[in-house]
């Protein structure tokens, strides 16, 4: 009716919409309030008394069935929804208005909630993307790590080795071409050790038959005078038969040197390792040419020595470390000729590391890799006043059968320096023309991780039991 309405009727009306509806529920009749379900909120003033103008006039006066209005409870925005309340013959009685205001917390987390969600979605498609393409990128990686690791071992020299082949596709194709280059490298590397062995007996051989031939020669001629002067002069052939005894004993002795020197050559270590002084070795080595203590070697090389640490130990085969030093010492004498000069012999121990660093080598051989910069080793030095060796030379020094002698079979320093190398040990050349030259040897204390066959090995200098040639007689002090 258009009477004032019944107050308990209309809180019952509004208690069960608001139930209903689970909203708060404010009623306006005209434009003041006549009723709300949540009559606290009236009471504390947190439901405007009047409706707008504006609202009044689109809901009450124009029927506008919905309308939203952003209302602010304090810093709080809220949303308000009013529509129009109408009679059952269309009039409209009123205007019902329901704030969201205690739902817009729940608004809030729920748009966090879906933010969240949205987030958590991409981050996972993030960590999907990440984890898809690592996958893929250790699928491409892993067959070019396993192609980079057989490159790699074939450049250190392993031809025999052949990747697997597990599939058949692009990278199946690949692997096999590298399998297929492998295989033409292992051939090529045999047909070449076999060019190069063939090579290297046709050049021993070469120098062999030229060696055997310069002895062979003025033996030839004193047997073919034997004949001839004993038909000249019978009476007097005993001294020509003396004489050619003699020559054909030295040319004899000559070819022996020879044999023994291309024996010690070719034949594999057997050494017989023992912890020997190293001031022992090099004294025995001198008196081969000096005699015990001697300080002379002929007239015209004065020999110095200087010993420190002589009772040094190095773990080597005596008789051979006797044998490179007896080498050493008549190459020094040979190059310093007819005109002498002095021959200065240096030992003592010392680090390593000082030693290594402040030495500079025209010429070293040996893996100094395995010894450390504070290991002590015994040091050897064998210097000559003589012509020097010039750097054409010097890059040729240690090869087989190069000589700067004009007799000799060249193989002194090879067999020295694969000796020294196989004990573990350095030997190093410096030299300037005009300046004579140093041959360094570095021994280590220690050389267990040298494998030998262990064998008696002969007791004089030579195999043959002879001294080197040009040294004079033991004990002569000349």
Known sequence: SRGEPDREKLALWLEDVGEESNQVVILYLGDRV????????????????????????DVALEGRRTLFDRQAFGENPYLVGYRP??????????????????????????????????????????????????????????????????????????????????????????????????R???????????????????????????????PLTPMKLAAQNLPRSYARNPQGFSETLSEGVRMIIKQVDALSRIATEFSNFAKFPSRRLEMVPIGEIVEGAL??????????????????????????????DRDEMSRVLVNLVQNGVQAMGESGGTLRVRVGPERFGDRFRRTRYDRLEGEPAGIGADEEVAVVVVA??????????????????????????????????????????????????????????????????????????????TETGERPEGAPPRGTGV
């Open 34 to 57: 006549a009723g709300t379900n949540q009559e606290f909120l009236r009471q504390s003033e947190l439901v405007p008394e009047r409706l707008a103008g504006d609202i009044y006039r």
């Open 85 to 182: 309340l109408l009679a059952p013959d269309g009039r409209i009685l009123g205007v019902i208005a329901i704030p969201a205001l205690y739902r817009q917390l729940e608004i809030e987390r729920e748009n966090v909630r879906t933010s969240s969600a949205i987030f958590s979605l991409f981050f996972c498609m993030i960590v999907a993307m990440v984890v898809l393409a690592l996958v893929i990128a250790r699928r491409i990686a892993r067959p070019l790590r396993i192609l980079s690791a057989g490159t790699a071992r074939v450049a250190g020299g392993d031809l025999d080795f052949e990747i697997p082949l597990s599939s058949r596709d692009e990278f199946g194709d690949l692997l096999e071409s590298f399998n297929r280059m492998t």
């Open 184 to 214: 033409e490298l292992r051939a090529s590397r045999d047909r070449l050790v076999r060019a190069e062995r063939d090579a290297a007996w046709r050049e021993m051989a070469r120098q062999i038959a030229h060696e055997i031939k310069n």
């Open 287 to 316: 008196a081969v040419f000096c005699g015990p203590g001697g300080d002379r070697i002929g007239e015209k090389v004065k020999v110095v020595r200087e010993i420190q640490g002589g009772g040094f130990h190095v773990r080597v």
């Open 384 to 461: 000559d006043t003589g012509a020097g060796i010039d750097p054409e030379t010097m890059k040729k020094v240690f090869e087989p059968n190069f000589s700067t002698k004009g007799s000799g079979t060249g193989l002194g320093l090879a067999i020295c320096r694969r000796s020294v190398t196989e004990l573990g040990g350095l030997i190093g050349l410096r030299s300037r023309p005009g300046e004579g030259c140093e041959v360094e040897v570095v021994l280590r204390a220690r050389a267990d991780e040298v494998e030998t066959q262990v064998k008696p090995r002969p007791d004089a200098t």
